[in-house]
């Protein structure tokens, strides 16, 4: 029998975070995704309070100022507006408003498909009926018909945005849950945990929303880059976000009638854009295999013979 009190630290499995770090790591696309989200994520928290201000004030000698020229400070290394505002600020306080009508939307579906999901796939298949017919209903109309329909009539602002889009997104998540619960619930231990007497509430949260939870983390990854597309597409039309807030897609929307004579002013938000959603592509593609036990192993081999070849 091996004495652990003996084990050196290497011999010691390492936890569950740890390894998805190092599996991460291995995965160079990902992680560099995981960087730039991050970076991202701190500009949208951070960049209002820092920011605010700069992005905001006008400086009519640096009107459509060209990128990196520093003639009218550092603010202006991307370039100028229409009206002398910096783009860099700009950008960095963009991305506050981007990512959180993204933020606000996948959350809300997240939360309420997730929660019509479990009682459905679990209660049975009259409950299920009724909630899937709801679901098919919103999924029968396009969705961004429906958020120009609804946002014509309620007006633009962020929470009705953030409102139409949650649920437009709500039949995803819906669907997912109820199709692994009808999987879960007929597994060993939900079936023992039944014959023990665990309540219905006890079996759903603490049994099966464990096993479905990373299904939905994955999607909700995936989700996030469709509506921050889909707000960016909306503030382009110009019945999203409104002046004074600023959104990537409003600055998109602002700089196309210079395309000709001012490129950089639709160029960098619509690079912010891309760059955002394809780091959450990449992101969701490697969750997709690190959350799954089925298929987490390639991961793990890749780690493992990294770390053998380091050593």
Not at 176 to 184: D, I, Q, S
Not at 204 to 224: K, N, Q, S
Not at 262 to 274: H, Q, S, T
Not at 289 to 306: F, H, I, M, N, Y
Request: hydrophobic share 55%; net charge positive.
């Amino acid at each position: 029998m091996t004495d652990l009190s003996s084990a050196k630290p290497a011999d010691i499995p390492r936890s569950e975070s740890a390894a998805l770090l190092a599996m991460l790591w291995r995965d160079k696309l990902a992680f560099v995704s995981a960087v730039m989200l991050l970076v991202i994520v701190l500009f949208a928290v951070l960049g209002p309070a820092l920011l605010g201000d700069a992005a905001g004030a006008q400086n009519l000698r640096g009107r459509n100022s060209p990128p990196f020229d520093l003639a009218h400070g550092w603010a202006f290394v991307l370039g100028g507006d229409s009206l002398g505002r910096p783009m860099l600020p700009r950008l960095i306080v963009a991305a506050s408003s981007t990512m959180g009508v993204a933020a606000g939307a996948v959350l809300s579906a997240l939360v309420v498909g997730a929660a019509f999901g479990l009682v459905a796939g679990y209660l049975g298949k009259n409950v299920s009926q009724v909630i899937m017919r709801l679901a098919d209903v919103i999924m029968s109309f396009p969705s961004l018909l429906i958020a120009v329909v609804v946002l014509y009539v309620l007006g633009p602002s962020i929470p009705n945005l953030v409102l139409v889009l949650a649920i437009t997104r709500i039949p995803i998540y819906l669907r997912t849950t109820c199709a692994e619960v009808l999987e879960v619930r007929e597994r060993m231990f939900v079936q023992a945990a039944t014959v023990m007497g665990a309540s219905h509430t006890r079996i759903i949260l603490r049994h099966i929303l464990p096993i479905v939870a990373p299904t939905l983390m994955t999607i909700a990854t995936l989700d996030f880059a469709f509506v921050m597309l889909a707000e960016s597409s909306l503030s382009f039309l110009g019945i999203g976000i409104q002046p004074p807030n600023i959104t990537w897609g409003l600055m998109v929307s602002q700089g196309r009638p210079y395309l000709s004579s001012a490129w950089w002013l639709a160029f960098w938000p619509g690079l912010m854009i891309v760059i955002t959603a394809l780091s959450l592509n990449l992101l969701s593609n490697w969750m997709r295999v690190a959350l799954d036990p089925a298929q987490r192993w390639r991961l793990e081999a890749r780690s493992t013979k990294g770390g053998t070849a380091n050593g």
